[in-house]
């Protein structure tokens, strides 16, 4: 992205609530509904983004060439999408949830990578305390984020 002078958008997706996944219905239902997210979320990007798992229920998005907006509309169709489909294991199906903490670093911008990360996690803790089932943008260079209490809702806007 820096070298073609392009925006690279970062978004942390979360699924909900895995923990009870696990507990209910076994850690092998939970590694199934992990492969049918991440089988879901990477036919539904474009073939030069990348998708990763990022560690226990949370995978990390690339997506080179989109700016806050398209980032943002990106992560939102994906979030619909999850929430909308039957995850299938051995004993069954469920419908989960994700949260997605978006960011991006604009052209000719002076960024770097774990701040970026970091950033797309703040906006993720967003999502998480705003409600979960949603998307959170924060800007990278913006100034950083007041964690709204339990009682307040935060609105934040590509």
């Known amino acids: 992205s820096s070298r073609g002078d392009r925006p690279l958008g970062i ?3 979360d699924l ?7 507990d209910s219905h076994s850690h092998l239902a ?10 879901l979320m990477e036919s539904s990007i474009r073939q ?3 998708i990763g798992r990022f560690g226990g229920e949370e995978f990390l998005i690339l997506f080179p060439g989109c700016s806050e907006v ?3 509309s990106q992560a939102d169709r994906l ?14 199906a469920i419908r989960v949830t994700a949260s997605f903490g978006v960011t991006t670093a604009a052209p000719g911008e002076d960024w770097d990578p774990e701040t970026l990360i970091r950033r797309a996690d703040e ?3 967003l999502a998480k305390k705003s409600g979960r089932n949603r998307v959170e943008m ?7 984020p007041a964690i709204p209490s339990s009682d307040e809702t935060a609105v934040v806007a590509p």
């Open 11 to 13: 978004v942390i997706v």
């Open 16 to 22: 909900e609530h895995f923990k009870n996944i696990n």
């Open 30 to 39: 939970g590694d199934a509904v992990l492969q049918e997210a991440a089988r």
């Open 48 to 50: 030069y983004d990348s």
């Open 70 to 72: 398209d980032a943002f």
């Open 79 to 92: 979030r619909k999408q999850i929430s909308q489909t039957e995850m299938s294991f051995d004993d069954g």
């Open 123 to 125: 906006a993720l803790y």
């Open 138 to 144: 924060l800007s990278y260079s913006a100034p950083e």
